[in-house]
C-alpha cells in the first residue's frame, strides 16, 4: 500500500525515475519497456499535433507576410499586408462590427447567465432544468440561425407577430442595419446561455454553505450575500467563462453566415466572414492570412488584460 | 448575561421572520425569472415542430397560432424525399426542394468517423501520459497542452491549404484528418481520470504475464469506461454541428454535412415566399440526434461542462 501511494505520487510529479525507490526490483521490470510503448501509443498524436497544430501556426505567421493565391507558391512581401490592412475600410468596419456583437452578446450573456446560474442554485437542485437550458447549444449554429430567421421573420415570424400586438408595427430584425448585430447576439446569447451557467453553477457549488450560513446570521439579505460572498468567490470562474465567451464569440461565423450573411450592406460582416470572404471568394490567402494573426493578437491582448484585471488565477479568500 | 441572551435571541427570530416573508416573496419572483428562462430555451423547439407539421402554404393565414397550421406531415415528407413533385409545390415547397437523406447520411460519415478517431488516440495518448514511466513524458505533456492557446482561426487557412496540397478536399479524410489524429482537451480529460486509477489491479496482472497493451484495453479502458463515453457523447455533438471546417473543405454534394446543405437550402431560399415548413422540418431533422442523444445522457453532459469550468 505505501508504495503504492509513494509510486503514484512520483508517477504524478514525473521527475524521479523509478529507480530511486525501495521497491525497484518489483517496478523495474514493470517499466522496462514503456518508453518504447509510450512513444508507439502517442505516435499518432504527434503526428496530428506537428502537422495540423504546430506546422499551420508557423505557416499562419509566415503566408501573412505574403501574397498568396494557392495556385502559385507564395511571395514574400513583407510589410505589405499590414500596410494594406490599416487603410482596409472594411477591415476596420468589420473589426468594429464584431466588438459591437462581442460586447452585447458577451456582457448581456454573462449577466443572464449568472442570474440565472445564482436563482438556479439558491432555488433548486433539479438537474431536469439544468439540463433543458443547455438544449440549445447542443443544436449547431446553423440550425440556431435558421430556426430563430423563422421566428424573427418581418411578416410572419411570431416574434413579429407579438412585437405587432404591442407595438403596432413589425420591427425588420434581420434586414435593418440597426437591428442586424444586436438580433444575432440575440441568438448567440440563447443558444450558449444556458451553457455558461452551468459553468457557473458547478462553480457555486465549490462554495461551501456554510459562508451563506455565517451571512444569513449575520442579517445579510440574498443581494448584499450575491454581491460581497457569491461575486468575489467565484471570481476565478467567471473570468474563465468571460475570456471563453470572448473568444468565442469573436470568431462567430455560422450565426451569421445563416442569418444575414453580413447584410444589410456590411452591417453585421463580422471578421470572421470577412477572412472567409477573402480567401474563398477572391482567394487573398496571404491577406486573409494577415487578418486571422491580427484577429490572433486582439483576443492575445485581451486575453492578457482580463487576467491582470480580474485576477483570474486567485478568488478573494486566498 | 441572561438579558443579553434574549436580546440576542429575540433579535434574531425577528430577523429570522422578516427575512422569511422577504425570502419567498423574493422565492415567487425567482421562480417566475426560472420559468420565463425555460420558456423562452424551450419556446422556439416547440416552434420549430409546430411549423415543421404545418402547410407552408396556410403559415400567413395564422401566423400566430400556437397549433399547426392545416396540419400536414408533408413538409417532413418532402425534406426526405418521400413526395412527389407535385405534392410538395401543393404545400408550398419549391420545386427543387432539398433531399436531406444523402446529408444526413455523410454527416453520420463524418460525425462518428471524427468521433471514433479523436476517441481512440486520445486514448491510448492518454494512457502513455498516465500511466506508463518514460523519460519526456512532463515535456511532451506540456507540449501537447499548448495546443490549448492556439485558437482555431489561426491554424483553418493553412490547415486547408494542406489538406489541398495532400489531395484530401471533397473527402472524408480531409475533413476529419486534423481533429481525428490529436486532441489536446480530450488527451488531457482522460489523463486526468487515468492518473486516479489504483496501480493495484494493473500490477497483479503485470506479475501474470499480461502485456502493457493488452492491459490498456483489458482494464485501463473498461475502468475509464465513464469519461470515454463523455467524451464520445461531446465529441460527437461536435463533429455534427461543424459548420466552418467542412465549408473550407467540401465543395461536393457526396460529403457535404447536413449543416452545410441546410445553410444553403435557407440562403436560396427564395425571398418572396421561402418554404419555412420544410426548413423546420429539416432543421428538426438536423437537431433530432442532439435531441435522443440529449434525452438519454443530459446528465452527463451537463457534469462534464461543470468540469470545464473547474479543471
Not at chain 2, 479523436?118 to 518514460?134: E, N
Amino acid at each position: 500500500m505505501m508504495t503504492t501511494i509513494t509510486k503514484t505520487r512520483a508517477g504524478r510529479l514525473g521527475k524521479r525515475p523509478p529507480r530511486v525507490r525501495g521497491s525497484i526490483n518489483a517496478k523495474a521490470p514493470a517499466h522496462r519497456r514503456d518508453a518504447a510503448l509510450a512513444w508507439v501509443l502517442i505516435a499518432p498524436g504527434l503526428v496530428g499535433f506537428v502537422a495540423f497544430v504546430a506546422y499551420p501556426t508557423l505557416r499562419g505567421f509566415y503566408l501573412s507576410f505574403t501574397d498568396f493565391r494557392v495556385l502559385t507558391p507564395p511571395t514574400w512581401t513583407g510589410l505589405d499586408n499590414i500596410i494594406e490592412l490599416a487603410h482596409d475600410g472594411v477591415f476596420w468596419n468589420s473589426l468594429l462590427v464584431t466588438v459591437y456583437f462581442v460586447a452585447i452578446s458577451v456582457v448581456l450573456g454573462t449577466a443572464i447567465s449568472i442570474v440565472t446560474a445564482v436563482i438556479l442554485h439558491r432555488l433548486t437542485a433539479s438537474s431536469v432544468i439544468r439540463g433543458l437550458i443547455i438544449l440549445p447549444f447542443l443544436i449547431s449554429g446553423v440550425v440556431a440561425a435558421t430556426l430563430w430567421s423563422w421566428m424573427l421573420d418581418a411578416q410572419l415570424g411570431v416574434v413579429n407577430v407579438l412585437v405587432q400586438h404591442v407595438f403596432g408595427h413589425p420591427v425588420m430584425f434581420l434586414t435593418t442595419r440597426a437591428w442586424a448585430i444586436p438580433s444575432i447576439a440575440m441568438i448567440s446569447i440563447w443558444k450558449s446561455m444556458g451553457y455558461n451557467a452551468i459553468i457557473i453553477f458547478a462553480g457555486l457549488q465549490t462554495i461551501p454553505s456554510s459562508i451563506y450560513e455565517a451571512g444569513r446570521l449575520d442579517g445579510a439579505s440574498e443581494v448584499k450575500m450575491f454581491r460581497y460572498l457569491t461575486l468575489p468567490l467565484l471570481r476565478p470562474i467567471l473570468a474563465m467563462v468571460l475570456i471563453l465567451s470572448i473568444i468565442g464569440s469573436f470568431q462567430v461565423f455560422d450565426i451569421v453566415q445563416v442569418a444575414t450573411r453580413g447584410g444589410p450592406a456590411n452591417a453585421s460582416k463580422v471578421l470572421q466572414m470577412y477572412i472567409y470572404q477573402k480567401a474563398f471568394g477572391q482567394f487573398d490567402f496571404g491577406y486573409a492570412a494577415t487578418m486571422s494573426l491580427a484577429l490572433f493578437v486582439v483576443l492575445i491582448v485581451i486575453t492578457f488584460l482580463q487576467m491582470r484585471l480580474t485576477r483570474a488565477s486567485e478568488s478573494d479568500t486566498n | 448575561m441572561t438579558t443579553q441572551t434574549v436580546t440576542a435571541a429575540r433579535t434574531s427570530r425577528t430577523k429570522e421572520r422578516t427575512g422569511t416573508r422577504r425570502f419567498s416573496l423574493g422565492k415567487t419572483i425567482a421562480w417566475c425569472y426560472i420559468g420565463l428562462i425555460l420558456l423562452v430555451t424551450l419556446f422556439p423547439f416547440y416552434w420549430m415542430l409546430r411549423t415543421a407539421l404545418s402547410n407552408n402554404l396556410a403559415l400567413f393565414t395564422d401566423p400566430g397560432s400556437l397549433l399547426p397550421v392545416h396540419f400536414t406531415l408533408g413538409a417532413f415528407a418532402r425534406v426526405l424525399g418521400l413526395a412527389t413533385q407535385a405534392q410538395a409545390v401543393a404545400e408550398g415547397g419549391s420545386g427543387a426542394s432539398l433531399q436531406i437523406g444523402p446529408f444526413l447520411l455523410n454527416s453520420l460519415i463524418y460525425a462518428s468517423l471524427s468521433t471514433a478517431c479523436t476517441v481512440f488516440f486520445s486514448t491510448i495518448a492518454a494512457y502513455a501520459f498516465a500511466r506508463l514511466q518514460w523519460r519526456g513524458r512532463e515535456t511532451m505533456f506540456s507540449v501537447f497542452l499548448s495546443a490549448l492557446m492556439v485558437p482555431g482561426i489561426l491554424t483553418l487557412l493553412p490547415n486547408f491549404v494542406l489538406i489541398k496540397d495532400l489531395g484530401l478536399l471533397n473527402s472524408f479524410g480531409g475533413m476529419v484528418l486534423p481533429t481525428a489524429l490529436f486532441s489536446a482537451f480530450n488527451i488531457f480529460f482522460l489523463r486526468q481520470f487515468m492518473l486516479g486509477l489504483s496501480n493495484e489491479i494493473e500490477e497483479a496482472a503485470l506479475i501474470d504475464g499480461a502485456g502493457r497493451v493488452r492491459l490498456l484495453f483489458t482494464i485501463t479502458v473498461p475502468m475509464t469506461s465513464g469519461p470515454i463515453i463523455t467524451l464520445t457523447i461531446l465529441n460527437f455533438i461536435n463533429a455534427w454541428n461543424d459548420y466552418f471546417w467542412p465549408l473550407l473543405v467540401t465543395s461536393d454534394n457526396s460529403v457535404r454535412p447536413l449543416t452545410l446543405a441546410l445553410a444553403v437550402f435557407k440562403q436560396s431560399s427564395p425571398q418572396a415566399q421561402p418554404d419555412w415548413a420544410g426548413l423546420m422540418a429539416a432543421t428538426l431533422v438536423a437537431a433530432l440526434p442532439m435531441l435522443v442523444i440529449f434525452m438519454i445522457f443530459g446528465k452527463r453532459i451537463v457534469n462534464s461542462i461543470g468540469f470545464t469550468g473547474l479543471k
